[in-house]
């Protein structure tokens, strides 16, 4: 399994921006195709954004769309999360995450390697 590792959470006033990155090791995350997922406290997880093995295709969940773009650069093994806009309710701890499989590459299931998470806090 590829190895995760998020950077790039903090603390940040309503409308600023942060940008998560996530570095991968172990295998080429040129294999998988790649996730942001994030988990407030007393919430379900959820996926925010997810992107293409190939950089192809992008997903947005409806809260963060317009705000957050992902991005990737599989010649560095890294994958990005831009957050503009940010508001209090984004406020929630940041997962990365692999999903190796063809099929089902929104599916949460399917992402079986993950990072230890990156806190963002946004302050009202």
């Known amino acids: 399994q590829v190895q995760l590792v998020e950077s790039g959470g903090g603390l940040v006033q309503a409308g600023g921006s942060l940008r998560l990155s996530c570095a991968a090791s172990?295998?080429?995350?040129?294999?998988?195709?790649m996730g942001w997922f994030r988990q407030a406290p007393g919430k379900e997880r959820e996926l925010v954004a997810a992107?293409?093995?190939?950089?192809?295709?992008?997903y947005y969940a409806d809260s963060v769309k317009g705000r957050f773009t992902i991005s990737r650069d599989n010649a560095k093994n890294t994958v990005n999360l831009q957050m503009n806009s940010l508001k209090p309710e984004d406020t929630a701890a940041y997962y990365c995450?692999?999903?190796?499989?063809?099929?089902?590459?929104?599916?949460?299931?399917?992402?079986?390697?993950w990072g230890q998470g990156t806190q963002v806090t946004v302050s009202s």
């Open positions: 995450a692999a999903n190796p499989y063809d099929i089902g590459w929104l599916r949460e299931v399917n992402y079986n390697s």
């Open positions: 172990g295998l080429p995350l040129s294999m998988y195709h």
């Open positions: 992107i293409y093995r190939s950089g192809s295709n992008t």
